[in-house]
């Protein structure tokens, strides 16, 4: 049985105070009526970790942070260490977000040094992957995400795969309104999970979380969470909004 998560990714995305009144809003909505056995996490940006920490201290929301570095300590200005992150109260990190990969310049073996680095560190890690809308015209969407996933796994133990979380984040549906039919992303994640398969065997495949992201909202929660290989989803804009966040936590409601 894979438990379902619910993730926010708040990117790039608030001040101080807009934080604060975030957190508490969904703190606030998720007590009022708890989520049945849905696992919640929130991602703010890195001032705000600490904020939303002390916020959301004694609830049964999660903390995550959007990027790490693969070393422990050093010259790397305007870096994050994974211990660094542990501190500041996180469980979880996300890692290879497309915008990091397509903005950033982020390759694929910077991607599988920092799943390793969060593994160490006793993180979980949610490894993004997903292919472009030129990719995905030109028949190119499993090439794409299996190099992504391989690149990612590599030299990582079968026994730890588990312990991260995939996420299959179509780049042309992030920030765009469109969204992958729930066919869509069930194909994908199948195929991701018999990927998944060859890279650590079928006993890691079937326990390792596989999320949808890209333009995931309350009315379309529902039916992708429907689809037997997705086990929850990784929200950009709409977790930005605590009563929509909520309702897509909700949304065996």
């Given at each position: 049985m894979?438990p379902?998560?619910?993730?926010?990714?708040?990117?790039?995305?608030?001040?101080?105070?807009?934080?604060?009144?975030?957190?508490?809003?969904?703190?606030?909505?998720?007590e009022?009526?708890?989520?049945?056995?849905?696992?919640?996490?929130?991602?703010?940006?890195?001032?705000a970790?600490?904020?939303?920490?002390?916020?959301?201290?004694?609830?049964?929301?999660?903390?995550?942070?959007?990027?790490?570095?693969?070393?422990?300590?050093?010259?790397?200005?305007?870096?994050?260490?994974?211990?660094?992150?542990?501190?500041?109260?996180?469980?979880h990190?996300?890692?290879?977000?497309?915008?990091?990969?397509?903005?950033?310049?982020?390759?694929?073996?910077?991607?599988?040094?920092?799943?390793?680095?969060?593994?160490?560190?006793?993180?979980?890690?949610?490894?993004c992957?997903?292919?472009?809308?030129?990719?995905?015209?030109?028949?190119?969407?499993?090439?794409v995400?299996?190099?992504?996933a391989?690149k990612?796994?590599?030299?990582?133990?079968?026994?730890?795969?588990?312990?991260?979380?995939?996420?299959?984040?179509?780049?042309?549906?992030?920030?765009?309104?469109?969204?992958?039919?729930?066919?869509?992303?069930?194909?994908?994640?199948?195929?991701?999970?018999?990927?998944?398969?060859?890279?650590?065997?079928?006993?890691?495949?079937?326990?390792?979380?596989?999320?949808?992201?890209?333009?995931?909202?309350?009315?379309?929660?529902?039916?992708?969470?429907?689809?037997?290989?997705?086990?929850g989803?990784?929200?950009?804009?709409?977790?930005?909004?605590?009563?929509?966040?909520?309702?897509?936590a909700?949304?065996?409601?």
């Open positions: 894979r379902p998560l619910i993730a926010g990714n708040w990117k790039m995305n608030g001040t101080a105070s807009e934080s604060d009144a975030l957190a508490r809003g969904i703190r606030r909505g998720l009022e009526r708890p989520p049945d056995g849905v696992e919640v996490l929130v991602c703010p940006h890195y001032l970790l600490e904020r939303v920490r002390a916020i959301l201290d004694g609830s049964t929301v999660r903390l995550g942070a959007q990027d790490l570095h693969w070393e422990s300590k050093g010259a790397f200005t305007g870096e994050i260490s994974p211990a660094m992150l542990r501190e500041a109260g996180c469980t990190v996300i890692v290879g977000h497309s915008e990091r990969r397509h903005i950033m310049g982020e390759s694929n073996e910077q991607v599988n040094r920092k799943l390793k680095a969060a593994l160490a560190q006793g993180l979980t890690p949610i490894v992957v997903g292919e472009l809308l030129e990719e995905r015209t030109a028949g190119d969407t499993r090439q995400v299996e190099r992504q391989q990612a796994f590599e030299g990582i133990p079968a026994t730890d795969v588990p312990r991260a979380v995939l996420a299959y984040e179509p780049v042309w549906a992030i920030g765009t309104g469109r969204t992958a039919s729930p066919a869509q992303a069930e194909e994908v994640h199948r195929f991701l999970r018999n990927t998944m398969t060859r890279i650590a065997g079928p006993e890691a495949a079937e326990r390792i979380r596989i999320l949808y992201g890209g333009s995931v909202k309350a009315e379309n929660i529902k039916e992708l969470m429907e689809q037997p290989d997705v086990d989803a990784l929200v950009g804009g709409a977790s930005l909004d605590a009563a929509s966040f909520v309702k897509i909700r949304y065996k409601e």
